[in-house]
C-alpha cells in the first residue's frame, strides 16, 4: 500500500520543541516534493515547509523561519520537521503529503509544493494528520 503515516504530535508549553516524522511505506521518497502542511480551527490548509528530493531545495512560510528545520532522510525515506520555539498559533493538525516532481505541466519545486498542493485534491499522498496543541 502507498501511502505516507505522521507521527509526533503532540501538546507542548509555548516555548517548547516538537518533532513531527513522516515515513513513506510502498514507494521511495527519490524524485518526490515532501511538503508539511497545516490547518488550524476556521482556518485555510497552507503550507508549512517543503523539500524536494534530489537537489534538497527547501522552502519554509515565513512565520517558522528560523524556528521549524525539515530535513529528508532518503536511506530511512522519512521527512522529519523539528519545531522549536512553538507558539500558541502553531496549533494545527500538520499533515504530511509527497507528490511525484515530475509533472506534465513542468517539476515541482519546494515553494510550488508549499503553495500549490495544499489539499490532496490536487495529487500525492497525503497523512492522515497529527494534532498539535501548543498551550500552557
Known amino acids: 500500500q502507498l501511502q505516507v503515516v505522521e507521527s509526533g504530535g503532540g501538546l507542548v508549553q509555548p516555548g517548547g520543541s516538537l518533532t513531527l516524522s513522516c515515513a513513506a511505506s510502498g514507494f521511495t521518497l527519490d524524485y518526490y516534493a515532501i511538503g508539511w502542511f497545516r490547518q488550524a480551527p476556521g482556518k485555510e490548509r497552507e503550507g508549512v515547509s517543503c523539500?524536494?528530493?534530489?537537489?534538497?531545495?527547501?522552502y519554509y512560510e515565513d512565520s517558522v523561519k528560523g524556528r521549524f528545520t525539515i530535513a529528508l532522510d532518503n536511506a530511512k525515506n522519512t521527512v522529519e520537521l523539528q519545531m522549536n520555539s512553538l507558539k500558541p498559533e502553531d496549533t494545527a493538525v500538520y499533515y504530511c503529503a509527497a507528490v511525484y516532481r515530475m509533472r506534465r505541466d513542468g517539476i515541482v519545486t519546494a515553494q510550488g509544493m508549499c503553495a500549490h498542493f495544499t489539499d490532496p485534491g490536487k495529487g500525492g499522498y497525503w497523512g492522515q494528520g497529527s494534532q498539535v496543541t501548543v498551550s500552557s
Open positions: 523539500i524536494t528530493s534530489g537537489d534538497n531545495l527547501i
